[in-house]
């Protein structure tokens, strides 16, 4: 577990799959800028039971609060095969725990995590462009805006354009605790 000041991100937990994946196939949950793309439950049941939603080039954590109740979820990937960075993606399930600082905290935990564990190098986080919200987590943990990467995601039935930010380790390093 990696232990935050209000909130700890962990790995999913066999008694709670089912309540992940509602969470996760929620559509109320899921914003504007949010794909509404549904996973399969027998698909996720199966990904759980093969690797629990760790791999080589993914990880899966659930974002929690101190009495253990899932808020979001976060996760890093690889971005293409020639390089180290990771990407990370972050949802937070219910209005009741967004503008709560919540995913700031999770990307914070998250990108130390790895800066501290994996030799990488970048870390990028994409989002669509005017997701404001997404933008200032970004900005707040210290990643740089690099630009737009054009139609880039489909959500909702259109191509969206991505803004892209990173953070470099000697970035980390010059801000970590």
Known sequence: MIK?????LRH???DELNAYIQLANNLEFKGE??????RSPTALKRDFELNGFVTDVSELFVIVNENNEILGTIGHFATVQ?????????????EGATRQGVATEAVR??????????????????????????EKVATNCGYTREGIIRG?????GKFLDTTMYSMLRSEFEAIAP
């Open 12 to 14: 999913v937990q066999a």
């Open 82 to 94: 020639y390089s180290s960075a990771r990407e990370l993606g972050f949802t937070i399930f219910g």
């Open 33 to 38: 800028f949010t794909r509404t793309l549904l």
């Open 109 to 134: 935990l998250i990108t130390q995590y790895l800066f501290h564990n994996f030799p990488i190098n970048r870390m990028q986080i994409c989002m669509p462009v005017g997701h404001i919200a997404c």
């Open 4 to 8: 935050g000041h209000k909130i700890n």
């Open 152 to 156: 880039s995601i489909f959500v909702r």
